[in-house]
């Protein structure tokens, strides 16, 4: 749903327009002269409901590498085996 405001209240909160747009995908429609004169809108729609249980399903979903030509398998098995070992004494807990 797009919300009406006057294009002072628009530029008196602008930052926090902005702010709405963004994180959570409001619209909102700038109102001058008493006619609608902009719209303002999110530039990507908002992702909701994608969860850490749908990244099997989106994984599923890339592109396979044709087996024909291996060659940019290779590149990343040996980009992946060039990489240093992480430290043991890290810990994401």
Not at 34 to 46: C, D, H, Y
Request: no cysteine; proline share 8%; charged share 25%.
């Amino acid at each position: 749903m797009q919300t009406a405001i006057s294009s002072t209240e628009a530029v008196r909160n602008f930052s926090d327009l902005l702010n709405n747009i963004k994180y959570r995908g409001d619209r909102y429609t700038v109102i001058r002269g008493g006619k609608p004169a902009a719209s303002l809108i999110p530039v990507e729609p908002i992702r909701v409901g994608a969860t850490l249980a749908d990244l099997p399903r989106i994984v599923q979903a890339f592109p396979r590498l044709d087996r024909s030509d291996s060659s940019f398998e290779a590149d990343v098995i040996a980009a992946a085996g060039s990489q240093p070992a992480m430290p043991e004494a890290l810990s994401w807990e």
